[in-house]
């Protein structure tokens, strides 16, 4: 069964910095399409970033494009969300989640539909 355990989370002043991280295991990990979501408090959830099984092609939405890096490690079985000039309206709950589909499209890597597998989230709250 797969695990995904995320870090990294905090309290940031806004323009500050964190980064994220979420690691795998129970599944080889070069199999998984990776992606980060987030959820505020009363919204819904949000997609934020994905990335492909090679690494080679990530996808981010507008909100975050240009502040947000996705990476991964394959032989570390991780993935990272670094997140630069970060806002108060960032702040929510940063969920990674994995699915082992093939996927062609971003409508396909930003639906929360897309992914089997969840972790248990990591709060970021960024201060004004």
């Known amino acids: 069964q797969l695990q995904l355990v995320e870090s990294g989370g905090g309290l940031v002043q806004a323009g500050g910095s964190l980064r994220l991280s979420c690691a795998a295991s129970g599944r080889t990990f070069s199999s998984l399409a990776m992606a980060w979501f987030r959820q505020a408090p009363g919204k819904e959830r949000e997609f934020v970033a994905a990335?492909?099984?090679?690494?080679?092609?990530?996808y981010y939405a507008d909100s975050v494009k240009g502040r947000f890096t996705n990476s991964r490690d394959n032989a570390k079985n991780t993935v990272y969300l670094q997140m630069n000039s970060l806002k108060p309206e960032d702040t929510a709950v940063y969920s990674c989640a994995a699915s082992t589909l093939t996927i062609y499209s971003y409508s396909g890597f930003s639906s929360p539909r897309t992914y089997a597998y969840w972790g248990q989230g990591t709060q970021v709250t960024v201060s004004s």
């Open positions: 990335i492909t099984r090679s690494g080679r092609s990530t």
